[in-house]
C-alpha cells in the first residue's frame, strides 16, 4: 500500500483514510470488504493476526476498516487495509449521525463484513442495512450469513474466539499477532542499552489492574543494579505513577507522553525484557516480539486475553488476586529466570 491521508467525509459519523490517488470508490468488480474493529488497544493488537488472514484470503480485494480514530496509525502501519473508516460511536439520541453512518455502511455496497468487534454496537451496525440487501456477515449478529454460533466463545481467549470465527467464514489459517514499529534512534530518548521496558500504568478507572507505583519503583532500582537501564512509558493520565518511580530510580529513563503506539513496539523490540500492568501497551509489546512479563490481578483473566508473542514462552504471566500483595521479589525472581542473571 502507498501512503495514507485522512479525509474528512460529508457525513459527520464517519471521516476516511484512503490511498494517495486512489479513488473512494473502487471499481464495481473488485469484491468489497468491510472488517469492523473499534477498541480496545489490547483487542486491536490481537486484531492484527485476523487483519492479515482477511487480506490474505481476498488477496484483491478493496478492504476497508471501521474503527475509532486512536487506531488510525495501528490500521494505516498493518498495510492490510485499502481505507480507514473512522466511526464516531453515535448515539441513539443523535439521529443525523446515526443516518449518517447507515449511509456509509449501505453506500460501500460491501460484499462481505468481518465484525471482530462482535459487540451490541457493531450487532447493530447489521441492522442499518434494513431494509434493504445485507452484505454477507461474519459474526454474532441475529440471522447473519456467517455466525459465530459457539455457546463457549465467551470463554475463549480472543485470538481463539477469533480465530473459529474466521474459520466458520472459510479463512482457516490465522497467523498470530505482528507488529513492526519503525526505525529509531535510542539516543533521542536518551537510552543507554540494554534496557528493560516498563509500563506502570493502566486504564485509570480499574485502579485494580495496577501494581503499586512503589513496588515498580524498587524494581526499577534493582534493574539498575545489574546495569539495566529502567526505561518507563506512558501518558500524561499516569504521571503521578510515572514520577514516583522516577524519583525512586533517578537512572530510570521517563519517556511519558513521548512515545505513539508504533515507537512502543520500536522499543520492546529493542529491550531485553518488557514489564508491565495487563494493559494495552503490553499486547503491543509481545506482538513486537520482546519477551514479556505481564502482571494480572483478579480484575481479569489472562486465559480469556493475555498476550501472545511469537514463541511459545515469550510471554510470562504472574497473577495475584490482589496485587498489593505480589511482591517485588517475585517478580523479580521472574525477571532473574527470564535474563539469567546471577547475584
Not at 142 to 155: A, E, K, M, V, W
Not at 191 to 207: E, Y
Not at 234 to 256: F, H, W, Y
Not at 309 to 334: H, P
Request: hydrophobic share 40%.
Amino acid at each position: 500500500m502507498t501512503d495514507q491521508k485522512i479525509e474528512t467525509g460529508q457525513d459527520p459519523a464517519i471521516s476516511l483514510a484512503v490511498d494517495d490517488g486512489a479513488v473512494s470508490a473502487p471499481e464495481p468488480h473488485r469484491e468489497r470488504i468491510l472488517v469492523i474493529k473499534l477498541s480496545a488497544l489490547g483487542d486491536v493488537i490481537l486484531a492484527l493476526g485476523p487483519f492479515a488472514a482477511i487480506r490474505e484470503a481476498h488477496p484483491d480485494a478493496h478492504i476497508t476498516v471501521l474503527t475509532t480514530r486512536p487506531y488510525v496509525d495501528l490500521m494505516k502501519a498493518s498495510g492490510h487495509f485499502d481505507s480507514i473508516a473512522i466511526d464516531r460511536r453515535p448515539k441513539l439520541s443523535q439521529p443525523r449521525e446515526v443516518l449518517a453512518l447507515r449511509r456509509f455502511l449501505r453506500n460501500g455496497r460491501f460484499d462481505r463484513v468481518y465484525d471482530l468487534q462482535t459487540s451490541d454496537r457493531s450487532g447493530f451496525y447489521y441492522k442499518l442495512f434494513w431494509p434493504g440487501p445485507k452484505p454477507e456477515w461474519s459474526g454474532i449478529a441475529r440471522g447473519c450469513s456467517h455466525p459465530h454460533s459457539n455457546p463457549h466463545r465467551d470463554s475463549m481467549h480472543s485470538i481463539d474466539r477469533t480465530a473459529e470465527q474466521l474459520h466458520d467464514a472459510g479463512i482457516s489459517d490465522v497467523p498470530l499477532p505482528y507488529i513492526q514499529g519503525p526505525d529509531i534512534d535510542l539516543e533521542r530518548f536518551g537510552i543507554r542499552s540494554p534496557f528493560v521496558l516498563i509500563c506502570p500504568g493502566g486504564a485509570p478507572h480499574r485502579p485494580a489492574k495496577r501494581w503499586p507505583a512503589e513496588r515498580f519503583g524498587l524494581l526499577a532500582k534493582k534493574l539498575a543494579d545489574y546495569r539495566l537501564t529502567p526505561v518507563l512509558i506512558g501518558t500524561d493520565k499516569e504521571s503521578d505513577v510515572l514520577k514516583k518511580i522516577d524519583q525512586m530510580c533517578p537512572k530510570a529513563r521517563n519517556l511519558m507522553g513521548r512515545t505513539d503506539f508504533l515507537e512502543i513496539a520500536s522499543l520492546a523490540a529493542r529491550s531485553v525484557l518488557t514489564i508491565g500492568n495487563d494493559t494495552g501497551p503490553m499486547h503491543i509489546a509481545a506482538a513486537a516480539g520482546a519477551p514479556s512479563i505481564v502482571l494480572f490481578s483478579r480484575e481479569s483473566d489472562p486465559k480469556l486475553s493475555a498476550p501472545r508473542g511469537l514463541s511459545k514462552d515469550a510471554v510470562s504471566i504472574i497473577r495475584e488476586s490482589d496485587l498489593r500483595q505480589l511482591t517485588v521479589n517475585r517478580v523479580m525472581d521472574e525477571v532473574r529466570h527470564r535474563l539469567d542473571l546471577t547475584d
